[in-house]
């Protein structure tokens, strides 16, 4: 069974999501931990902030993101892309060291959004995002919305799927 870490982008229904992921993995019989990427509270990424070194926070979220063997992310829509609480703890976590893939290469990795609307948009950008980080993201997906509960067989498959990749 794997260490899988639960990623929520956003504090509101995401964070649910993640807690729902986090009882289901449990009930399964693998170790699973949430983080909250809003409570992590990031500065924003800037080349001159980068310059004077990594700000609080940024090796602490690093050693979370490290100690799982498989990532699940839970992230609403923006404007038909991620939100900026994922897009920026990304900036910093992939500019440390000499390769900017060091923490993503081969990492097995599920994606999942609660969105206002379709949610395809997110999936699609956080597929083309974590694939190109050299992750391994695993191909069916979990979309929920105020009108669609997550579905409990999609959660399952997903699992299993980061326990045969990890
Ligand atoms: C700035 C902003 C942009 C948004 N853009 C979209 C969008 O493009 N597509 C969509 O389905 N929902 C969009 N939404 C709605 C959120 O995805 C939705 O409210 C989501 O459930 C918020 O998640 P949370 O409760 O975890 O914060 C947007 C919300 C905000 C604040």
């Known amino acids: 069974m794997v260490k899988i870490l639960v990623i929520a982008a956003s504090d509101g ?11 289901v993995g449990s009930e399964k019989g693998h170790t699973m931990s949430m983080v909250d ?11 001159a902030l980068d310059k004077e070194g990594r700000p609080e926070g940024v ?3 690093e050693a979370i ?11 609403p829509e923006y404007n038909g892309a991620m939100p900026p609480t994922l ?11 000499d390769d900017f893939r060091g923490l993503f290469n081969g990492r097995a990795v599920a994606l999942s959004t609660h969105s206002g609307g379709g949610g395809n948009s997110v999936i699609s950008v956080m597929r ?7 992750c391994n993201v695993v191909g069916r997906t979990l ?6 509960e997550a ?16």
């Open 37 to 47: 990427l809003c409570a992590a509270n990031l500065p924003l990424y800037t080349p």
């Open 143 to 148: 979309i929920s919305n105020k009108n669609k």
């Open 151 to 166: 579905n409990p067989e999609s959660m399952a498959f997903i699992l299993e799927q980061l326990d045969k990749m990890s």
């Open 87 to 97: 897009n920026n703890s990304i900036a910093w976590l992939s500019t440390h060291g």
């Open 65 to 75: 993101f490290e100690q799982a063997d498989a990532w699940i992310i839970c992230a």
């Open 59 to 61: 090796s602490e979220l």
């Open 128 to 134: 083309m995002q974590f694939s190109y980080l050299g």
């Open 13 to 23: 229904k995401n964070k649910e999501l993640a807690e729902l992921w986090c009882s």
